[in-house]
């Protein structure tokens, strides 16, 4: 029997023995990949029993076909990786495969295979679920071209077409992650994933009870009463049921925009309710929240195309460097702010940040003997906010707090010189916004909305930025002495990375997509400093192909990652007497290429949104969203891109 008569003979009588024969042909890949994914058999196991949990409930569904076994690779990969989210850690990819086969493997040589079975992993995912389905089928989980094309139901010459094709795309996309590899080569390390897919343990003998009782809506109680399974108890069900609610979720919200649509446009309704028995928005692309004014205006953006969004609060006021209470007293400056300017458009910091599990816009900025000022969007409302300036930026404040207030001739305290210099970063994992100012690392509690005191003997670099790298475990700023390191917040530990090209009002930008850091830039030398390095990962340091123009930290200036595609955008610094347009550059990091933009950007400050896949520039009483359009047509698709 094929597998969706398998599936059809389960849904309609329960039949173990049935599901039984899915959980024999497919265990052994599914358990591969969840091991691949979280580095923990425990993890694994409870992964993977969810994966076939879902398939159990799914069963009824009239469009399975040969499918099954590229629905269960995706399925099981996505719950071992929210399977390890939820215990607080990242994806690791170190492996135990070899250890539990009794095969002798290097730490290392372990890291290395792990990682790049991940990568291949990732890549073979985002394929067509029609070569996908030859990839796992043929490699993955073994089967000879013979096997597979009677499952298929297709001639044999039709798997061995499909096989190349999928090698082919798969070469392509994972070249663009830095990894090149022969068809040979890649058609090793597939058959080595297969290779490394453990034999099933005896707790998946009651996988075919479990799924019965998980199919027939019963609950985890019942389930462990009936059954006697351990999945029951444990975090299986648990994993399993958060699936299936994401999926039903996933639905409602992309039904919600199709119909919104539908009714705006006025037609396409049959369009429309196919689009929602398909579970997407039409095209097989994932449709993005639009239950925001941020959200519905970033769904309706084309890519490459700019849109102002109106929302409330954001005026003159809120953006002037001066407070109502920094006033002139019998002709004194009572706090002395020597001069009024903008803080997002005549500031010394270009870039705000966004915290997805809020839905927030975090920016603080101002010096040069002028008021700082602490402001927030909110997505969900709307609305900025001013928020309270720290007590170590307030002048009134009697608190010193790792440093003295300067005064002015006439005894009053004055606002100290200096500018946040692209300092504002965010590590939403640790729930810490954060931005280093006057040698010091200064933390802001998310949730709790509470300035940290002042982090005693961690002195930074006072003109240097510094960034969130949640792989690394921390923020990346600049030591005193100039070099690259990473203080872990919750430890309260620093370690040294090592020393890179940069330049006074120097850029940094942590990159969510390709879990990488640039840096570089500045104003150092005649023509400003055009040296830019990478940092990956696990901490190393590559020298990148010079920046293409002179940029810095300036407003009028940019550095941009797309959360997209992972690409840079460089918006070159505007100079004084400058006769020509700025000109802006695309840079794949992976590829260490460089390609100009013919789109141009206003002074502001921008902050990529990764919950709705675009840009935000925040200009003086306006703000623009900015979807990107890649220069690179084959770039590895990112997070909002369909898989």
């Not at 402001?375 to 170590?392: G, Q």
Request: hydrophobic share 40%.
């Amino acid at each position: 029997m094929t597998d969706s008569q398998l599936l059809a003979e389960f849904a309609r009588s329960r039949s173990e023995s049935a599901f039984a024969e899915i959980v024999r042909r497919h265990g052994r890949m599914v358990l591969g990949v969840c091991l691949r994914v979280t580095g923990r058999r425990e993890l694994a196991e409870e992964a993977a029993q969810a994966a076939f949990m879902v398939l159990a409930r799914k069963a009824g569904k009239p469009a399975w076909k040969s499918d099954v076994g590229a629905w269960l690779h995706r399925v099981a990969r996505d719950l071992a990786r929210s399977s390890v989210r939820a215990e607080g850690r990242r994806v690791a990819r170190e492996r135990e495969v070899a250890a539990m086969q009794g095969k002798p493997a290097s730490p290392e040589d372990t890291d290395r295979r792990a990682e790049l079975l991940g990568l291949i992993d990732a890549e073979v995912v985002r394929l067509p679920a029609r070569l996908r389905e030859v990839v796992v089928g043929l490699y993955l989980e073994g089967s000879t071209q013979a096997e597979l094309a009677s499952r298929m139901g297709v001639p044999e010459g039709t798997v061995a077409s499909r096989s190349r094709t999928a090698l082919e795309r798969l070469r392509r996309l994972l070249s663009r992650r830095g990894l090149v590899l022969g068809s040979a080569a890649l058609s090793s390390q597939l058959a080595a994933a297969g290779a490394a897919a453990v034999d099933l343990p005896a707790s998946f003998a009651s996988l075919p009870a479990l799924a019965a009782a998980f199919a027939g809506g019963g609950s985890a109680a019942q389930a462990a009463a009936a059954t006697g399974a351990a999945g029951s108890k444990g975090g299986a069900w648990s994993l399993a049921e958060g699936a299936m609610d994401m999926m039903y979720w996933t639905k409602v919200k992309i039904a919600t925009a199709v119909l919104c649509v539908a009714a705006a446009v006025g037609v396409g309704t049959p369009f429309a309710y196919r689009a929602l028995a398909a579970g997407t928005g039409g095209n097989g692309n994932r449709t993005a929240k639009t239950d925001t004014a941020l959200g519905r205006l970033a769904a309706s953006l084309k890519p490459g195309e700019m849109k102002k969004l109106n929302t409330i609060g954001l005026n003159r006021n809120l953006c002037k460097s001066w407070y109502d209470w920094d006033t002139i007293e019998n002709g004194v400056r009572k706090y002395g702010a020597q001069h009024m300017f903008s803080i997002m458009g005549g500031g010394w910091a270009n870039d705000a940040k966004w915290d997805p599990q809020t839905e927030q816009v975090f920016f603080l900025a101002g010096g040069h003997y002028a008021a700082f000022k602490f402001v927030t969007y909110s997505a969900k409302t709307n609305k900025w906010t001013l928020e309270p300036v720290p007590p170590w930026l307030d002048p009134r404040s009697k608190s010193q707090d790792c440093g003295r207030w300067p005064k002015s001739k006439a005894g009053n305290k004055v606002w100290p010189r200096g500018h946040t210099y692209d300092c504002n970063a965010i590590y939403p994992g640790k729930r810490r916004y954060a931005l280093t100012l006057w040698g010091k690392l200064r933390l802001y509690d998310v949730d709790k909305k509470k300035w940290l005191k002042c982090i005693p003997g961690f002195n930074t670099n006072s003109k240097g930025p510094c960034e969130g790298f949640p792989e690394l475990g921390g923020f990346v700023a600049f030591s005193r002495s100039g070099k690259l390191i990473v203080y872990d917040p919750d430890k309260g530990s620093k370690r040294e990375l090592g020393g890179v090209p940069y330049g006074i009002h120097g850029v940094m930008e942590y990159n969510p997509v390709h879990k990488v850091l640039i840096v570089g830039g500045g104003d150092s030398g005649k023509d400003g400093t055009r040296g830019l390095a990478l940092v990956d990962a696990k901490g190393r340091i590559k020298r990148l192909k010079p920046l293409p123009v002179r940029v810095n930290c300036t407003p009028t200036s940019k550095l941009m990652c797309d959360p997209v595609s992972g690409e840079y955008i460089f918006q070159e610094v505007h100079q004084r007497n400058m006769k020509r347009k700025q000109k802006v550059y695309a840079l794949h990091p992976i590829l260490n290429e460089w390609k100009e933009m013919k789109r141009r950007f206003p002074t502001g400050v921008a902050v990529a949104v990764d919950t709705y896949g675009v840009i935000v520039i925040l200009t003086d009483g306006m703000v623009y969203v900015y979807k990107h359009k890649s220069p690179w047509p084959d770039a590895v698709p990112g997070k909002g891109e369909a898989k």
